[in-house]
C-alpha cells in the first residue's frame, strides 16, 4: 500500500547497509555511488552515529520547539556556526532541503518587511536550477518539467541562465569573461524587475540534480555577489546537495570566495541517518527580526528535533575528527583521473565534470555537435536500470539541457570510500553506459 513514485516497476526491498553498500532481500549488495540523492555522506551504519542517536533517544526522542529548546540543537548550532562563512550567526533547523529552502524564502521576505521595504516581493533564480518540490521551491526552482503541470501554482520568479560553460561558453570567450557576461545578465534582470522589488537571488553553488553537477567558472560569484550588493538585494546560496563537505570544504561557497546572506543545507548534514535540513543567516537578518517583531513567522512540527540534530552532530564531528574534508579532495582527485582515463575518450560522453566527490557525465548521441539523444529514449533510466543490475547505484537524470532534452550522470559517493571503491564505481558505470546505449 506504498505509493511509490513511479508505477511501472516493482523495487528491491533494502533491509541493510554497510559502508559503502545496500543491501536488498534477495541477497544482492550494490555499491552506493551516489550516497542515494548525495546524502550518504558517512555510508551506512557508522557506529559513531548510530550511537549518537542511541544515546538521545534514551535521554529526549521529541520536545516541540515553542515549548524548548534542547542541549544538543543547541551543541549543533554551535559546532556549524564556529566552521560558517564570516557573519553567519543563526542555525533554523528543519526536516530537509526543500523546507529549507521554503524557511529562506520567508526568511527573506521578512527581512525585508521587518526593515520597511515591503514592497519586495519578487526573486531571481536560474533556468534548470533545482531547489525543491514544494511549491516555493519549485517555483524559485528551474526545471522546467518539474514545474510544468504545477505552474498555475507558483509564484512568478524570474530566471536567468545557469553557469553552464560545457554549452554556453561561446568561441573565444574565457571563462573569465563569460562569468562577467552572466553576471550582467542578473544585473539587467534585477533592472528590469525593479531593483527595489527583488528581494534576492537564488542559485546552487554548484549545479546538481536536474544539470549534471554545474561547477561555477572562476569569479562568476563574486561578480554575482558585487551585483546584489549593488542594488541591495539578498544573497541565498542553496547547498543542500553540495554543501557540507561534498565539494572539499564544508561550504562549497568556500571556493568562491564569497558569503552569502542565507544558506541552505541538508544532505550531508545528518548523512541521512535522520531528515535534518538548515538555514544559516546573517546576524542583520536574524537581529531586523529579534529587534522588530521579536519572532520569524515560519514553524513546522519537526523543527530541531533532538535525535535528528544528534545524528548530524555526530556526523559533522566525525568528519572533522577523521579529516575527511581532506579525503574528500584527494579522493576526487583520483576519481576524476580515473573517469577521464575510462570515460574521457567515450564517443557518447560530451561532459566529466565537478569538485570532491561530486561529479556530473554528461552523455550526448554525437560529441562534435554535442547533439543529445532522443529523449523519447529515456537514455538516463536505462543507465539506471543497467547500474543497478551491475550492482551499482548512481544517480542518472534527463532533461540536462532545457528540462527535456539531455541525459547525464551523477557520482556523489560517501566521503569514506577508498581508491578500490572508486575504481570499482567507474568500471562498474563504463559497461552500464553502453549498454543502456546499445538498448535504444
Not at 564556529?82 to 532541503?97: M, Y
Not at 529562506?104 to 514592497?119: N, S
Not at 560569484?221 to 547547498?239: K, N, S, Y
Request: aromatic residues 6%; glycine residues 12%; contains cysteine.
Amino acid at each position: 500500500h506504498v505509493l511509490h513514485r513511479q508505477f511501472a516497476h516493482a523495487l528491491p526491498v533494502a533491509v541493510g547497509g554497510r559502508g559503502v553498500e545496500i543491501f536488498d532481500s534477495e541477497g544482492r549488495s550494490y555499491l552506493d555511488a551516489s550516497g542515494g540523492a548525495a546524502v550518504s555522506c558517512l555510508g551506512h551504519a557508522h557506529p559513531d552515529v548510530l550511537a549518537a542517536m542511541h544515546a538521545q533517544i534514551d535521554r529526549l526522542a521529541y520536545a516541540h520547539t515553542s515549548f524548548f529548546t534542547t542541549e544538543v540543537a543547541e551543541s549543533l548550532a554551535n559546532h556549524l556556526i564556529e566552521r560558517a562563512p564570516a557573519g553567519l550567526s543563526h542555525a533554523f533547523f528543519v526536516s530537509g532541503g526543500s523546507e529549507a529552502i521554503e524557511a529562506a524564502l520567508k526568511m527573506a521576505r521578512q527581512y525585508y518587511v521587518e526593515i520597511g521595504q515591503p514592497q519586495r516581493s519578487v526573486f531571481v533564480s536560474r533556468r534548470q536550477s533545482y531547489h525543491g518540490n514544494t511549491l516555493g521551491a519549485l517555483a524559485v526552482g528551474g526545471n522546467a518539467w518539474r514545474r510544468a503541470q504545477f505552474a498555475p501554482l507558483l509564484i512568478d520568479v524570474t530566471h536567468v541562465s545557469p553557469c553552464y560553460p560545457y554549452r554556453d561558453l561561446r568561441e573565444g570567450e574565457t571563462p573569465e569573461a563569460y562569468g562577467r557576461r552572466l553576471a550582467a545578465e542578473l544585473d539587467a534582470a534585477i533592472v528590469a524587475a525593479g531593483p527595489d522589488r527583488v528581494i534576492a537571488f537564488v542559485a546552487e553553488t554548484v549545479g546538481g540534480a536536474t544539470a549534471g553537477v554545474l561547477t561555477p567558472v572562476p569569479g562568476y560569484f563574486r561578480a554575482v555577489r558585487e551585483v546584489c550588493d549593488r542594488h541591495g538585494i539578498l544573497l541565498v546560496l542553496d547547498e543542500v546537495m553540495c554543501g557540507m563537505g561534498r565539494t572539499g570544504t564544508l561550504h562549497a561557497c568556500e571556493q568562491e570566495g564569497v558569503v552569502p546572506d542565507l544558506v541552505t543545507i541538508a544532505k550531508g548534514l545528518g548523512g541521512g541517518f535522520q531528515p535534518i535540513g538548515a538555514v544559516l543567516a546573517q546576524r542583520r537578518i536574524v537581529e531586523a527580526m529579534s529587534s522588530g517583531s521579536g519572532f520569524f513567522q515560519h514553524g513546522h512540527t519537526y523543527l530541531g528535533h533532538p535525535v535528528a540534530c544528534a545524528a548530524s552532530l555526530a556526523v559533522q564531528r566525525v568528519i572533522e575528527r577523521d579529516g575527511l574534508l581532506a579525503r574528500v579532495r584527494s579522493s576526487g582527485a583520483a576519481l576524476e583521473a580515473m573517469l577521464r582515463a575510462r570515460l574521457g575518450s567515450h564517443p557518447h560522453v560530451g561532459d566529466i565534470r565537478g569538485r570532491g566527490l561530486f561529479w556530473g557525465v554528461e552523455l550526448v548521441r554525437d560529441r562534435a555537435s554535442k547533439a543529445p539523444f532522443d529523449p523519447a529514449g529515456q537514455l538516463h533510466a536505462r543507465v539506471k536500470r543497467e547500474a543497478m543490475a551491475r550492482g551499482l547505484m548512481t544517480y542518472p537524470m534527463g532533461g540536462t539541457i532545457d528540462g527535456r532534452r539531455g541525459d547525464h550522470i551523477v557520482l556523489a559517493p560517501p566521503f569514506i570510500a577508498g581508491n578500490e571503491h572508486l575504481g570499482e564505481i567507474v568500471e562498474r558505470l563504463a559497461p552500464a553506459i553502453d549498454a543502456a546505449i546499445a538498448s535504444l
